[in-house]
């Protein structure tokens, strides 16, 4: 944005944190997938520096903070409401909360991978549909 504006904005910022954020929860759930042989091996992901118990508490926050995109345009940029349509497809990564939270580290962490990865990209279609036909 910077370099096409030649300048900051609080807006461009508050657009950015949903798939920003998202795509931060898809990095972190593929290193958290990995940990144990990562810390093996002594790879320095984030999910090793931090500790598995503070990815997965980390990945979780991500996933609900992505939600606040949308809320900030609404309420401080008087973008139409229509644009909190985009949090629908958080419901996705949150329907696995539990298995992040509280069940080992197995191949069911590829479903919230899966979840994520398809969040982000319907964020990104309702975002573009949204914004393009007149949400601001």
Known sequence: YYIN????SYEALAI???????????LLT??????????GNNKKTTAVRLG????RKLLVAMIIFSALGPILLVFF????????CTCAALILPARHFKIILCEPISKRFNLMLASVGISLYLVGLLFFGVLCYGAS
């Open 52 to 55: 598995e118990k503070c990815a």
């Open 30 to 39: 593929n290193n958290l997938r990995d940990v144990l042989e990562d810390k």
């Open 16 to 26: 950015s944190i949903t798939p920003g954020l998202l795509s931060a929860a898809l």
């Open 77 to 84: 940029y008087n973008y139409e409401k229509i644009i909190l």
């Open 5 to 8: 504006a030649l300048g900051l």
